[in-house]
């Protein structure tokens, strides 16, 4: 797939180290429709090719989450043993050494069945809440992001909501869910829409505003879940941590795109990543250190 926007063919070069597309102030206005094209401000019309990949990976992660969901729903047994063995569960971890823990959370999602033995099929709100969320945004950050830097973020992402819940949830919290892991990928695509705002124009500030009306509507239930009697728990912290991790790595590693002119269509430009992957595993190093260091100091205190 091509996302493609208007440049102004008679653009000069930028002279300063900047994002060529926040040198002038007339870059033309971008599609309503990310797929689309809208006509520039100008006589000619050059079209910017991004790269992009299908989002197996995203696919995947969706797939895995609802089969586990489903496998849980099958025996109320087995669905509290694995509730039991893989929740986020400040003790286990930090007293227990479960490190595990911190990854298999992100997989399991509320019982389907209450303590007794009762069904309970409105949990299921949880996995499908998350999941959605996932499927429209994860897989449009995954066909920028692509395979490798899409699962970093998601995992790593996600690893940092688990550590802070950890650090910072109560004793007798038992955590499950991927709201860490997607609230990482919703951080990473802010950042992404944010450094390419002259790039994605008004459909671009658009879809950051919309990404600032969800997390102040998940900020409002988080703190009305906070309040005694409350129906529904909210991992707050884990949400939090999931965010600030997802726009760390996504400064971080996140691609930056220049437009330079197409090699192979004329009249067209062609968007080149100038923060490739393989220039910046000491910031993932930095990031994973980080976390260690975190959960090492949370044990000893």
Not at 151 to 164: H, R
Request: proline share 6%; charged share 10%; aromatic share 10%.
């Amino acid at each position: 797939m091509t996302i493609e926007s208007p440049i102004m063919s008679n653009d000069t070069p930028p002279q300063r180290r900047r994002h060529p597309l926040e040198e002038r102030e007339t870059v033309p206005t971008p599609p309503t429709d990310p797929e689309g094209a809208a006509a520039p401000r100008g006589n000619t019309r050059v079209m910017l090719h991004l790269p992009s990949v299908t989002p197996y990976v995203c696919y995947v992660i969706i797939a895995l989450n609802i089969v586990i969901f489903s496998a849980r729903a099958l025996s109320v047994d087995l669905n509290w043993e694995l509730f039991l063995w893989g929740a986020n569960h400040p003790p286990a971890v930090l007293e227990n050494g479960e490190l595990y823990r911190l990854f298999t959370s992100m997989f399991l999602h509320a019982s389907i069945y209450t303590p007794d033995g009762a069904w309970a099929l409105a949990n299921s709100l949880h996995l499908i809440f998350n999941m959605t969320i996932l499927y429209y945004a994860g897989t449009q950050l995954e066909r920028i992001y692509g395979h490798v830097r899409f699962s970093i973020i998601y995992l790593l992402g996600g690893l940092g909501g688990s550590i802070l819940s950890t650090v910072l949830s109560d004793s007798s919290v038992y955590s499950v869910g991927a709201s860490g892991a997607v609230f990482a990928i919703l951080g990473a695509q802010f950042v992404y829409l944010y450094q390419h705002r002259r790039l994605l124009g008004a459909w671009g500030r658009a879809q950051m505003r919309s990404l600032l009306s969800l997390g102040l509507i998940n900020l409002v239930f988080g703190l009305l879940s906070t309040a005694q009697g409350a129906a529904l728990r909210i991992d707050n912290w884990g949400h939090l941590g999931g965010v600030i991790g997802g726009v760390a790595l996504a400064f971080a590693i996140g691609p930056y795109f220049i437009p330079q002119r197409h090699p192979d269509v004329p009249n067209a430009l062609l968007g080149v990543d100038i923060n490739p992957l393989k220039n910046r595993y000491w910031a993932l190093s930095a990031y994973a250190i980080a976390l260690m260091a975190i959960l090492l100091v949370a044990r000893i205190v």
